[in-house]
């Protein structure tokens, strides 16, 4: 649970810059490829010297068949020159910094004839085609209009997003009828904007769901009971220094939201176990069954079931029916909308708070 704390905390501060780890991007791509043959793909939160989305995208390029790479950030980089460095000059780099800007790639060829794509022909193209690198008029929000018109000209938009806009975001992807791929907290799922998506087979989940590790600026605030000499205790409250300096949050629930079609999405869950009332207790004013484990769902109970939100996950539409979503945290918030407590061995409202439930129901085979 900490990550969770960790990342409602963040949200609160709008400290929304966690850059994206180059492992987990190849790790959840991986699963995508064919679904870019001959697109151009646009990550809109993404300095193109600093993101590992960029960097996978351009060492990618010819593999994936690409037609076309754009990038545009907002500002300046936060954790500038520290991901993905293209350029060894100080002065370069601080004036590349004061400003937004965007990067347009075409093709990707090898130009140092080493017989590989690397970041030294990625380099050559930026310092060398001056039609690839320009400075955006306005601070490159992925809102501003000239983002927008960049937005109309992609077909697939891959990158990690800040999490206090989240819900704008994917509002503006589906506004503009775009596939994309994208990073973000697994409790966004409970999010009325985002679960009449789900529900409706517009947006779904990728393959990684779980606690992720992020680069986040050194800016970021600490609290003071948090010493930075003593790492197993940052560890312990989702924080690590590595031996560079670099400071990384630990976040729990992190998954990947798209509406790109993926094997797992079609996978049905093994149902084993049989419905019992004892075991299966239902809520309080609303008829449906509490299950606090995924693996745990009845096979032979019809009705409604409240699920951990970490099922859709392994949701396969086939499967089950996605009814609504259900917000168990605030025991005060349940009280004065008269749903969702479960009642002692007594019959009597416990007061223990739950977790955000999802109610399914699984359908006829």
Same mark, same amino acid.
């Given at each position: 649970?900490?990550?969770?704390?960790?990342?409602?905390?963040?949200?609160?501060?709008?400290?929304?810059?966690? @850059?994206? /780890?180059?492992?987990?991007?190849?790790?959840?791509?991986?699963?995508?490829?064919?679904?870019?043959?001959?697109?151009?793909?646009?990550?809109?939160?993404?300095?193109?010297?600093?993101?590992? &989305?960029?960097? @996978?995208?351009?060492?990618?390029?010819?593999?994936?068949?690409?037609?076309?790479?754009?990038?545009?950030?907002?500002?300046?980089?936060?954790?500038?020159?520290?991901? +993905?460095? !293209?350029?060894? =000059?100080?002065?370069?780099?601080?004036?590349?910094? %004061?400003?937004?800007?965007?990067?347009?790639? =075409?093709?990707?060829?090898?130009?140092?004839?080493?017989?590989?794509?690397?970041?030294?022909?990625?380099?050559? !193209?930026?310092?060398?085609?001056?039609?690839?690198?320009?400075? !955006?008029?306005?601070?490159?929000?992925? %809102?501003?209009?000239?983002?927008?018109?960049?937005?109309?000209?992609?077909?697939?938009?891959?990158?990690?997003?800040?999490?206090?806009?989240?819900?704008?975001?994917?509002?503006?992807?589906?506004? @503009?009828?775009?596939?994309?791929?994208?990073?973000?907290?697994?409790?966004?799922?409970?999010?009325?904007?985002?679960?009449? +998506?789900?529900?409706?087979?517009?947006?779904?989940?990728?393959?990684?769901?779980?606690?992720?590790?992020?680069?986040?600026?050194?800016?970021?605030?600490?609290?003071? &009971?948090?010493?930075?000499?003593?790492?197993?205790?940052?560890?312990?409250?989702?924080?690590?220094?590595?031996?560079?300096?670099? !400071?990384? %949050?630990? +976040?729990?629930?992190?998954?990947?939201?798209?509406?790109?079609?993926?094997?797992?999405?079609?996978?049905?869950?093994?149902?084993?176990?049989?419905?019992?009332?004892?075991?299966?207790?239902?809520?309080?004013?609303?008829?449906?069954?509490?299950?606090?484990?995924?693996?745990?769902?009845?096979?032979?109970?019809?009705?409604?079931?409240?699920?951990?939100?970490?099922?859709?996950?392994?949701?396969?539409?086939?499967? &089950?029916?996605? +009814?609504?979503?259900?917000? &168990?945290?605030?025991?005060?918030?349940?009280?004065?909308? /008269?749903?969702?407590?479960?009642?002692?061995?007594?019959?009597?409202?416990?007061?223990?708070?739950?977790?955000?439930?999802?109610?399914?129901?699984?359908?006829?085979?």
């Amino acid at each position: 649970m900490a990550g969770n704390k960790n990342l409602h905390a963040a949200n609160k501060a709008k400290q929304d810059e966690f @850059y994206t /780890q180059l492992g987990d991007i190849e790790n959840e791509l991986r699963h995508y490829r064919k679904h870019f043959q001959g697109k151009t793909v646009f990550c809109n939160c993404d300095d193109p010297y600093e993101s590992n &989305f960029f960097k @996978y995208f351009a060492m990618n390029f010819n593999q994936l068949g690409l037609k076309k790479l754009i990038a545009t950030c907002y500002d300046g980089s936060p954790v500038a020159s520290s991901q +993905l460095s !293209l350029f060894d =000059n100080e002065e370069e780099k601080t004036e590349r910094t %004061r400003v937004p800007h965007k990067i347009v790639i =075409n093709e990707v060829t090898d130009v140092n004839g080493d017989g590989a794509i690397d970041l030294a022909d990625v380099e050559w !193209l930026i310092k060398n085609d001056k039609n690839v690198l320009t400075r !955006l008029e306005g601070n490159g929000d992925f %809102r501003s209009d000239e983002c927008v018109e960049l937005l109309k000209e992609a077909d697939i938009v891959v990158t990690n997003p800040p999490f206090s806009l989240f819900r704008e975001y994917i509002a503006q992807l589906i506004e @503009y009828k775009k596939q994309f791929l994208i990073v973000g907290n697994q409790n966004a799922i409970t999010y009325k904007e985002v679960f009449k +998506l789900i529900k409706s087979n517009e947006v779904w989940m990728g393959y990684k769901c779980g606690h992720t590790l992020f680069e986040v600026p050194q800016s970021y605030s600490i609290p003071d &009971f948090y010493d930075k000499t003593d790492k197993s205790k940052l560890r312990s409250n989702g924080y690590i220094v590595d031996e560079n300096g670099k !400071l990384w %949050r630990n +976040l729990g629930n992190i998954c990947w939201f798209t509406n790109l079609d993926h094997k797992k999405r079609h996978e049905f869950l093994d149902l084993f176990k049989h419905y019992t009332p004892e075991d299966y207790p239902k809520y309080d004013n609303y008829d449906a069954i509490n299950c606090d484990l995924v693996v745990n769902i009845p096979d032979d109970y019809d009705g409604v079931i409240g699920v951990p939100i970490s099922f859709l996950d392994k949701y396969n539409p086939e499967q &089950f029916e996605l +009814l609504d979503a259900r917000d &168990f945290t605030n025991v005060e918030r349940l009280k004065n909308k /008269q749903y969702g407590l479960i009642k002692d061995a007594d019959g009597a409202i416990n007061g223990k708070p739950k977790y955000a439930r999802i109610l399914i129901r699984k359908k006829s085979n």
